[in-house]
């Protein structure tokens, strides 16, 4: 059954620390998403990448978030520095351009204390 | 400005039917209608989508009118592993904008 991978499943750091997520894609799948998720915002699009290329990171803070797809099985999402109000749930999603579904991992759980 | 506007909250009984209507009243030609569902500690799953009329699988039926400005979620005879909360989104492709969803409570 293929999946969305997403590690680590659960990370708590000290503030000022850099945090790498990663996200492997469902195999086939050309356009990958990253999302966070917290009470007060909901879901929000931080990132949207078609064929590896990023065509909208409009929803990312650019301080201090990047986005990066170095193939096409890995999609990482890096904050340095972190802070506190960065704590949320991070979710990776994947499709393929011609469809109109996404299917989500099980998402990258956040503390920064 | 929301793209689809529906209920924050609903509670229903095991057994009952559930219906969410989500109002899209500036969708354009091009959109599909979908619907996720999302459990506690989990990622939003697909349920269903659609374009117009009705549409119908193994998990829920969505209805859609003729004016596409409006969509219902049908859940059958829910059960208690059905609370969750369910997004209503509309787009042309894959990049898909959630709103707030609708919070579904399924009692004993």
């Known amino acids: 059954d293929a999946r969305v991978t997403q590690t680590p499943r659960h990370k708590v750091t000290e503030m000022g620390q850099e945090v790498t997520m990663r996200c492997q894609p469902i195999?086939?799948?050309?356009?990958v998403f990253w999302y966070r998720q917290t009470m007060m915002q909901g879901l929000e699009l931080l990132a949207y990448?078609?064929?590896?290329?990023?065509?909208?990171d409009s929803g990312m803070p650019k301080d201090r978030f990047s986005a990066e797809m170095p193939d096409a099985t890995l999609a990482t999402l890096k904050i340095q520095p972190s802070e506190p109000r960065d704590s949320a749930v991070y979710f990776c999603?994947?499709?393929?351009?011609?469809?109109?579904?996404?299917?989500f991992g099980e998402g990258s759980w956040l503390t920064v204390v | 400005l929301a793209k689809t506007t529906q209920p924050i909250s609903m509670d229903s009984y095991e057994g009952q039917e559930v219906n969410i209507t989500c109002s899209h009243n500036n969708i354009a030609t091009n959109d599909y209608i979908t619907w996720y569902q999302q459990f506690p500690s989990q990622g939003p799953r697909f349920i269903i989508q659609g374009y117009k009329t009705k549409v119908t699988n193994e998990v829920a039926s969505l209805f859609i009118p003729a004016d596409r400005k409006s969509s219902t979620l049908s859940l059958p005879r829910v059960s208690l592993s059905d609370t969750a909360v369910y997004y209503c989104?509309?787009?042309?492709?894959?990049?898909?904008?959630f709103g707030g969803g609708t919070r579904v409570l399924v009692k004993p």
């Open positions: 989104l509309r787009a042309a492709g894959n990049k898909l904008t």
């Open positions: 990448f078609r064929n590896r290329a990023p065509l909208d």
């Open positions: 195999l086939g799948h050309n356009t």
């Open positions: 999603a994947s499709g393929r351009y011609s469809g109109n579904t996404i299917y």
